[in-house]
């Protein structure tokens, strides 16, 4: 086998075990707020702003619009969020978050930063930084895969 097609085998497993390790902690974290992984994954999208539309939810998080309405229908439940027709525009559904869930989402982001403090308080500086410059290269060949596909 050449070189190059070693390095890649040992990318794809590494890869498969970061997202596998990813997952696990996802899973652990969502569960400590009696949460589902999609439903953090949604509520964290509104740190950056207080509406969306279920299409704009559906493209962010890269869900079927069906999974979507779950995921939405279940923190409406929970008196997350709340949806609405667009005056606008009646086919156009709009999600907001409720009062109830900004102290909640203040705390998912909090929290999330100090598990990933406690997961790298091993790291040193330097492997921090390389750490940052390898997951930054990584993102960014994804990003541009994803656009090419």
């Known amino acids: 086998?050449?070189?190059k097609e070693k390095e890649v085998?040992?990318?794809?497993?590494?890869?498969c075990n970061l997202t596998k390790n990813c997952n696990i902690k996802e899973d652990f974290f969502a569960s400590s707020f009696n949460l589902s992984p999609t439903e953090?994954?949604?509520?964290?999208l509104f740190s950056f702003s207080d509406t969306y539309n279920i299409k704009e939810l559906k493209e962010k998080l890269h869900l079927t619009s069906g999974r979507?309405?779950?995921?939405?229908?279940?923190l409406e439940t929970k008196k997350l969020l709340t949806r609405h027709q667009d005056e606008n525009d009646k086919r156009n559904i709009i999600v907001s978050l409720l009062p109830k869930a900004t102290p909640l989402?203040?705390?998912?982001?909090?929290?999330?930063n100090n598990l990933h403090k406690k997961i790298l308080q091993s790291v040193n500086k330097?492997?921090?930084?390389?750490i940052i410059n390898s997951l930054t290269t990584l993102v960014n060949v994804f990003e541009n895969w994803v656009i090419e596909k």
Do not use: D, K, P
């Not at 953090?40 to 964290?44: D, G, I, S």
């Not at 979507?68 to 279940?74: P, Y």
């Open 1 to 3: 086998m050449e070189n």
């Open 9 to 15: 085998e040992v990318i794809s497993q590494l890869i």
């Open 40 to 44: 953090v994954r949604v509520l964290r």
């Open 68 to 74: 979507i309405t779950h995921v939405v229908s279940s």
């Open 105 to 112: 989402i203040n705390n998912l982001q909090l929290s999330y």
């Open 126 to 130: 330097e492997e921090l930084n390389t």
